[in-house]
């Protein structure tokens, strides 16, 4: 494996772990330019501003979530990574127009995401997390 290659695994595996522990300065430095795909909803967060609402917003409802990274690989210019998703509904969930509130329950969902990096580079230009936007309402029994 290259130098360049083992570097972008450590980005992506001090990525994650940096999300968990909320040191989101220092996730916000391990991008190029700050840019998540959500492919489980369609929706796009670009730019600093951007991505950090989206870190507040997700953690309201489980601001203990984490990941476990099950299965990492390093394919030309992308990381692919697949993990498990944890978290405790801890805060008001929105789902579509309604808001659940909190159950105390605890979820753990199996996630992919794909990073992918600019030639040369060891940023991230954007994080694609790939997912089942029920996953999580039904693993805490709310579906």
């Known amino acids: 494996m290259t130098d360049l290659a083992e570097r972008r695994l450590k980005t992506v595996r001090d990525h994650m772990a940096l999300e968990v522990t909320h040191d989101w300065d220092a996730v916000i430095a391990t991008f190029a330019h700050p840019r998540y795909e959500l492919y489980g909803s369609g929706v796009v967060f670009d730019g600093e501003e951007a991505v950090r609402r989206y870190f507040a917003a997700s953690r309201v409802p489980f ?14 210019d992308t990381v692919l990574v697949e993990f498990w ?21 605890a979820f753990r969902v199996r996630m992919a995401a794909s990073f992918e ?3 040369g580079s060891d940023k991230i230009v954007c994080e694609r997390p790939y997912f089942d936007q ?5 693993a805490l029994g709310l579906a």
């Open 63 to 76: 601001p203990d979530q984490g990941n476990e990274i099950i299965a990492i690989a390093h394919a030309g």
């Open 117 to 119: 990096f600019a030639p």
């Open 134 to 138: 029920g996953a999580v309402v039904r």
């Open 85 to 105: 998703l944890t978290g405790t509904h801890k805060g008001p969930l929105r789902v579509g127009e309604r808001t659940i509130a909190p159950t105390g329950k």
